[in-house]
């Protein structure tokens, strides 16, 4: 099929062949009463279709993207068929995830998304069992039976995403992106893949962090393209279908499986379906548009007609600050001058000085501890009283090994020059790449970041009782009750509310993440944005935008979100008091003083932030090394190499120090 043409108008969609509204006018509708037009405004495009009930045909259908801007495209989209419906009266619903503003705004009737898929499908495909719709930001499997009493096809289950776009539209955009292509392009790009990698599917920022590895060791972008095909289906028969089985014959919909043959191949491959198992309509991005109209009937006795100018004046004299979807959340920040002197002069007294190094002719003997996160390395050098001599924290890129061996380096040589040998008596790993780093870098010892972090806590605040860590990609929180665990959560299969969820939008705005936190600082006021995904607030954050919210207003709501979902969706907080009464955060994302603010105002709790908050688990590994031989740190020669067969990465070190030989080590990306 080739790309859609958003400025031909597809007539007769099931049946008939295109037109454009010239040839359309000339085979104008001529029954009166037998008109129905349905209007699915989903989460990232409109789809609005004219069909004939006595005939099925599709009259008129047309999809396009909204960008945010839902009532202003549906009024394109009737203007545009003015001429069409001019002295008619028709029947006309509106359906889908951003469906509700626009019905209000039109006066006409609100039809469940699901209702309506499931109307367009008994009322065409009956042999129909499972109905998979991919769109913009939602996913749904339907599930049909065909019932002997009534001899209609009737919905026995559904099943919706929630709170997380992983494997839909948007999550195909993302990639993408990341991979510097266009949308239209990515089906091509997909098409020429021979090799499959594992990549996430249920989260978009997951997902990246599995596939830049795969782009720094030289994997194909095609490849790349058809694992994130694999990651959606996977998503979709795994997670979102939830173990309930999907039975042939199988209709595909929604733009993503219109757009994307080789989604629909993937899915075929893994469900193990024959052409003659699953059916995809021509045009089925708007079958649920279709479905909106055909429905009307079946679930409103009323005979509410309208004109096309009817509803063009309604829309046009409706006041949307009544449909208004952000608002403020609280207060600014800080009330006044005075207000944010206190906050910043309490959390100075936390700075951390740096120890000055006991140099011993010449030499100076450390201890180096590695925190190899999410998305940044950082690793912490003390001297043998255990103080902190130096510090690195970069992000990772991609390649955490490369990262540190040059951070390493760089600290060596800044020593070197001043005529200081460094000598590590010891090194200890932690985080993500634990055991990668511990391998490559050869260290005497590694642990689990929830112990690192809670023993560099207590190295400072002995009499901690919760540490909530916010990293790139993770958070964890830690229950401390004389020292000793008692509970830990952490967050699971979405990135939402972490460090690299404020990072994309300040990326999104042009500006670093240190800027757009100062903007918070300072808001006037800060818009709800909830608390779902990345993807999903793309959506809220580009409405807020066109509602005239301001930058700060922006990051001073995205703060919020981070933290409410820190506190009731990962750590389910009932009662601030359950944290106890000394409260220490720490990771990266807490480095943002909106962040940091956010979390005492919803807690109200003043709480301990460590100026070494990114590295308070590199500083416990460091710690509680033994002392042994000595390591030359920039000794360590490291080379890569791509095993597509088997989706790893070889890394082979090779180092001379000491008279060691080379070792070889193999490690799952």
Request: net charge negative.
């Amino acid at each position: 099929m080739g790309a859609f043409d958003p400025n031909i108008i597809y007539i007769s969609i099931y049946k008939g062949k295109a037109m454009k509204m010239e040839e359309l006018v000339k085979n104008r509708l001529s029954d009166n009463g037998d008109i129905r037009v349905g209007i699915d405004v989903g989460s990232t495009t409109v789809k609005l279709v004219i069909t004939d009930i006595n005939t099925d045909d599709v009259v008129y259908s047309k999809y396009v993207r909204h960008n945010a801007r839902q009532i202003d495209t549906a009024r394109t989209l009737l203007s545009e068929v003015k001429e069409l419906l001019s002295g008619k009266n028709f029947k006309a619903a509106v359906c889908g995830s951003g469906g509700k503003p626009v019905s209000r705004a039109l006066g006409i009737h609100y039809i469940q998304e699901v209702v309506a898929n499931a109307a367009a499908v008994q009322r065409l495909y009956p042999d129909i069992r499972t109905a998979i719709e991919l769109g913009g930001q939602d996913a749904k499997v339907i599930f049909f039976y065909f019932d002997d009493n009534t001899g209609r096809l009737m919905t026995s289950d559904m099943r919706m995403n929630g709170s997380c776009a992983g494997g839909t539209g948007a999550f195909i955009d993302e990639i993408a992106t990341l991979l510097g292509v266009k949308t239209e392009e990515f089906e091509s790009l997909a098409a020429k893949g021979t090799t499959v990698y594992d990549i996430s599917g249920r989260c978009g920022v997951f997902a990246k962090t599995d596939i830049q590895p795969l782009l720094i060791q030289g994997a194909d972008r095609a490849d790349i393209a058809l694992s994130t095909f694999h990651a959606i289906a996977k998503q979709t028969i795994g997670g979102l279908s939830q173990g309930l089985e999907l039975k042939a014959p199988i209709i595909f919909e929604g733009g993503p499986l219109t757009f994307n043959s080789t989604l629909i191949r993937v899915f075929a491959e893994r469900l193990g379906l024959s052409d003659k198992d699953y059916i995809v309509p021509q045009h089925a991005e708007t079958i649920v548009a279709y479905g909106t109209a055909v429905a009307i009937d079946n679930l409103f006795d009323d005979d509410t007609y309208v004109t096309i100018d009817e509803l063009i004046n309604r829309i046009d004299t409706f006041d949307r600050s009544l449909i208004k979807e952000h608002k403020a959340v609280s207060k600014p920040f800080f009330a006044d001058e005075a207000d944010y002197k206190e906050f910043t002069q309490r959390h100075d007294k936390e700075l951390y000085k740096l120890s000055e190094p006991h140099i011993k002719n010449g030499v100076l003997n450390v201890y180096l501890g590695i925190d190899s996160g999410s998305t940044t390395s950082k690793f912490v050098l003390i001297d043998e009283e255990e103080k902190v001599i130096d510090t690195f924290y970069a992000n990772n890129h991609g390649d955490p090994i490369k990262v540190v061996k040059e951070g390493i380096t760089k600290i060596y040589d800044k020593y070197a020059d001043k005529g200081i040998k460094l000598v590590c008596r010891g090194m200890g790993t932690t985080g993500y790449g634990e055991h990668l780093l511990a391998k490559a870098f050869r260290a005497d010892y590694h642990t689990v970041e929830t112990v690192a972090h809670t023993t560099g806590c207590q190295k400072f605040y002995p009499d901690t009782t919760f540490v909530l860590d916010i990293g790139g990609q993770d958070m964890k929180a830690i229950w401390l009750n004389d020292g000793v665990i008692t509970n830990i959560m952490l967050n699971e299969a979405c990135s939402s509310g972490c460090g690299s969820f404020i990072q994309t939008f300040a990326e999104s705005l042009g500006l670093d993440t240190i800027s757009f936190s100062q903007e918070a600082l300072v808001a006037d006021n800060p818009v709800d944005l909830g608390t779902r995904c990345t993807v999903f607030m793309n959506s809220r954050v580009k409405q807020a935008q066109k509602e005239g919210a301001t930058v700060g207003d922006i990051s001073a709501g995205l703060s919020y979100s981070v933290v409410r979902n820190a506190l009731y969706k990962v750590i389910k907080l009932r009662d601030p008091e359950q944290m106890g009464t000394n409260i220490v955060v720490q990771g990266g994302t807490f480095n943002n003083n909106a962040i940091l603010r956010c979390f005492e105002l919803l807690t109200g709790k003043n709480v301990v932030r460590p100026d070494i908050a990114g590295i308070m688990g590199a500083k416990k590994n460091s710690e509680l090394i033994p002392l042994c031989h000595i390591i030359a740190l920039t000794d360590c020669e490291i080379s890569f190499e791509l095993d597509e067969k088997h989706r790893q990465i070889k890394a082979t070190c090779k180092t001379s120090c000491i008279g060691k030989t080379g070792v070889e080590m193999e490690a799952m990306t």
